[in-house]
Nanobody
Framework: QVQLVESGGGLVQAGGSLSLSCTAS????????MGWFRQAPGKGREFVAT????????NYADSVKGRFTISRDNAKNTVYLQMNSLKPEDTAIYFC????????????????WGQGTQVTVSS
């Protein structure tokens, strides 16, 4: 069982930046691919970014490419999402997720999820 805890959400003006963190309880964190997803009010869950277990490969949704950066520190059991040039449409609850396999853009392929952290971008 892996427990994931997100932090770093908040309220920011359009054009601003936020950095999210997700810390895992597992001693084998380095064996998990990690992903960030988000869910806006009244909408379904949306893929944001994913990173391989070793951190050497990443993939992003087109809507955030060039603005968001996913990274990880396996020594700290933590994955990060640096969000720059934020837009009101980025407003959502952001979730991190883990899967003990290759990275994926599909939420249904992840085994563990955090509780989420709210990001609100004002115009």
């Amino acid at each position: 069982q892996v427990q994931l805890v997100e932090s770093g959400g908040g309220l920011v003006q359009a054009g601003g930046s936020l950095s999210l963190s997700c810390t895992a309880s597992s001693r084998t964190f380095s064996g998990y691919a990690m992903g960030w997803f988000r869910q806006a009010p009244g909408k379904g869950r949306e893929f944001v970014a994913t990173i391989s277990s070793g951190g050497g490969r990443t993939n992003y949704a087109d809507s955030v490419k060039g603005r968001f950066t996913i990274s990880r520190d396996n020594a700290k059991n933590t994955v990060y999402l640096q969000m720059n040039s934020l837009k009101p449409e980025d407003t959502a609850i952001y979730f991190c997720a883990a899967r003990q396999a290759f990275m994926s853009t599909l939420g249904r392929e992840y085994d563990y999820w955090g509780q989420g952290t709210q990001v609100t971008v004002s115009s």
